[in-house]
Each structure stands twice: as C-alpha cells, then as structure tokens.
C-alpha cells in the first residue's frame, strides 16, 4: 500500500478505534484577561500588546522591583464577580491570594500572585448546546491573578536570544476550571465558543483571540466505553484559537487511544502544541513538574466581598447570550444554528434586533439570513466590525423590504447591497440612481423568452428531445437579456408556459 495511503489507512483505523473503545474526558482551564484599565496590583495602564511599544507600561510593583507593594484592582474584582455569577458560582465571602512560585524570564517578580485554595468563585455550571441536546458542563472554580510578561525569541546573524516586554506582566487574569465533563471534540468546541460569548457579553473581555486575551489549556484523558474510573491525564497547554485547541485535543485523543491498543502506558506529562506539524510535543514530564510551594500572599489581606455588592452586581447582568439565543428562536422563529450565531457577539444580536424592528414586510427571518450571510462574508472579508458597517438595520430592513415587495429580485438585491455597503446609501437611493427596479411587465418579459427561444434553436431542440435541464439555461439567458432585472416569478412561468407550448406541437 502507497505510504500516503497506509496514513489514511491508520487514521481510519485509529478514529474507529476511538469511537468503538473509548470515550473522550477532556476539562478546560481557561485564562481570559479582564478588561480593565490598570494593572491588577499597580496603576500601570493596561496597553494593546501586539501594538506597544515593549515595556512602556511598567512601574516598579510590576517590574517587581525589591520593597515595592501591591494594591489589589477593585474593578478586576467586579469583574471576576460579575463572570462568577453568571456561570452560577457561588462567590465566596474571603478569598484569599497566594504566591506561585517558579523562576522563568517573562516573571519578574519570580513568583505570580494567584489564588490557590481559597478562589473567588467556586461550583458553577454552564450549560451548552449540541447534537445530542443540553449539556452541562460544571465550573469547579473562577479565580483572580496576574498575567505574566512575554517573551519574543530572535534569531540573528545564527545567534540565538529572547526579549522581555513586561507591558503584559500583572495584567488582571480570571482563570475558569471546568470540571472534566466534556467527552466530544463538539462539546469542546461548544463550552470554549460558549465561555467566550459570555464574557463578551458582560463586558469583560474582548474575546479577541489573536492578541491572545483568552488562552486555553486542556485536561485530556481517554477511559474504556462503561468505565467510570478516570485514565491517566495529560495537559495541553497554550492554546491561543479555537482550532488549535481542537486539534491538539483530536490529536491526543487519537494518540492515547493508539498507545492503549498496543498495550502501552499513557504517561503523565505537560504538552505543547506544534502548529506546523499538528502534533502535541512534551515540555515536562510528572516527575519534572513544578512544585509551585504556594503560600499566602503576605501583602494583600484577604478578599473580603459583601453579600450587597454582590447582589449589585447580579441585577447588573445583562442578559446572556443562551437565553438571548432562546428568546430570539421563541420571538423571531430562528433555527437553534441561527440563534446561535447571531448572538455569539452581542453587537450583531442588536444589529439584528433593531433591524427586525424596522422591517415593514420581510419577514425577521430574511434579515436573520442576510446578516449571518452577505454580513458575516463582508466583515471576514473586510476585517471590519459590525460597528464600522456603513450600512444601518434601518438601512437593512429598507432593503430587504424591497425585496419582499418584488420591487427588486434576489441577484439585485445582492448589488444594492455591495453599492451600500461602500457608498453608505440607502436602499431605495441606490435603486433609483443605477435604475434597478425589478421588470415585472408581463408582455416585456415574454418578449424577451421569445426571443431568447428564437435564438438558440440548438438547445431547444436537445430540450424538445428531452434534455429538461436546459430550462434553467434558457432562464440564465432570459435573466442576462434582462439586465438582472426580470421578475424570477413572472420569468419562470412564462418560460415554462411558451415551453410547454413548443413541447406539446414538436412533432412525436
């Protein structure tokens, strides 16, 4: 067998391997910096990393200069409340922040302030939608610490360094523990996209992955089919995109369950992920990991929250994007995928809103398909924001409205559109500058068929001896003579109708 097949062949083999024997048990820890305007324990301005000049932001506390004292950032701790509460945690009345220690260049200090034992939120829930219906994951804990700094390796002239910018270091961190209740690539997939609307959605984090504001490390075990004892775990670390921590989770999944087939041992280590060759790679095996010696952090006290702040913050919460996503699927008759989508981000789950207002007679449905279509390609696209559209819901359902009315057919709906979204203007201005007014006369129209008929005398004869298909050619031609403009309606019956005439008296 060709080597490129043999590969196949045991990527097949290993993936029914998995289905058949094992079941997946994969928990996430997900660190996602929280939006604040300082540092968690200074007053250093918390600055865009990938656009900074490095180590522009930075005082002696997050320099972790000798004899200098941290202040704990209220506004990270409203934050790390508002996030616990809406994953169901229960917030804790004293939590308390420790010391992590371990020597690495992008931590100054030479220890993280974290928290260890005692976390800001414990035992939450977040419940996520698949295939196979509601899933609930369980959230073991929510808790705050400081980001670290980050390191760029430089290779010059064949020598090797790395430089510290420290504009990252003691920004406010919230790391979310699940408990390792997920057992499907989809669940996953689910829980993470899931987490990150959330956050979005209370404004406390910008979900931008690429600038690294959320990374994910995952727990990946695998365990016979009816086993209910866990296997031996490994831990991904590092996963900065969706799709990074999907295949390095697909990838050690199959590999687990390939060493279990020949009857090899799955060690207990720490993995990184290769990119570039798609595959998981140790970076410390259990006998190397770090024993952090955690203690208390003796210069902040204990966190102490009220119960009134708390609840503060609970009638504060806006509403989430699950009960958005059903609210809009009750009102607005939305598939489960639609909903979804629209409000993974709140600002297009307004655009969409306000353009269903606005709508006359399309029905929501259409501005649903619209904006999660023509929309979604023109911001991927274009790299904009919804927010930089030059196009209003107004502006949409105007649109759209025209559409439903007849007044324009799909394929010049779609041109109104492109011409809106560069110049700005609406609807029914583009439509009457460019003359593209839907043709709905129904003797122009035939006319047209007519002579469309006459002219390709070939094809008619192949559909007169039974090439049916060619209907929808004569109706491209028919379209084309018309400018785009033709009625589809009134141009589908009409072409059917003068066919069925030339088809009843061809002769037999």
Known sequence: MPRGCLAIHHFIRDKILLIMNYEPVIGLEVHAELAT?????????????????????????????????????????????????????????????????????????????????????????MIVDTTKGERVIRIRRAHLEEDTGKLTHVTDNDEDYSLVDLNRAGVPLLEIVSEPDMHSLEEVRAYATGLRAILRALGVNSGDMEKGVIRFEANVSIRPVGSTEFGTRVEIKNLNSFRAME???????????????????????????????????????????????????????????????????????????????????????????????????????????????????????????????????????????????????????????????GEINQTTAKSVLAEMLASGEGASEVIAEKNLGQVTDNALIAGLVAEVIAAYPAELASYLGGKETLANWFFGQVMRAAGGKASPVVLKDELEKQLSVLKHHAPS
């Open 247 to 405: 295949r390095a989770v697909a990838y050690e999944l199959d590999r687990q369950a390939v060493l279990l087939e020949r009857g090899e041992k799955i060690e207990q280590e720490t993995l990184g992920w290769d990119e570039t060759n798609q595959r998981t790679y140790t970076q410390r095996s259990k006998e190397e990991a770090h024993d952090y010696r955690y203690f208390p952090e003796p210069d902040i006290p204990p966190l102490v929250v009220e119960s009134g702040w708390v609840e503060e913050i609970r009638r504060g919460l806006p509403e989430l994007p699950r009960a958005r996503a059903l609210r809009l699927r009750e009102i607005y008759k939305l598939a489960a995928p639609q909903a979804a989508l629209l409000t993974s981000d709140g600002e297009i789950a307004d655009y969409f809103e306000a353009c269903s207002a606005a709508l006359r007679k399309a029905p929501p449905r259409t501005a649903a398909i619209w904006i999660s279509g023509e929309l979604f390609a023109y911001i991927n696209q274009t790299g904009l924001q919804f927010s930089d559209l030059r196009v209003s819901p107004r502006a949409l359902a105007e649109l759209l409205d025209a559409l439903d009315s």
């Open 37 to 125: 305007r300082t540092k968690m324990f200074c007053g250093c301005r918390v600055v865009d990393t990938t656009s900074a000049a490095p180590n522009t932001s930075v005082c002696p506390v997050c320099a972790g200069m000798p004899g200098t004292l941290p202040v704990l950032n209220r506004t990270a701790v409203e934050y790390g409340i508002r996030v616990g509460l809406a994953l169901g945690c229960e917030i804790m009345p004293t939590s308390i922040f420790a010391r992590k220690n371990y020597f690495y260049p992008d931590l100054p200090k030479g220890y993280q302030i974290s928290q260890y034992e005692h976390p800001l939120a414990v035992n939450g829930e």
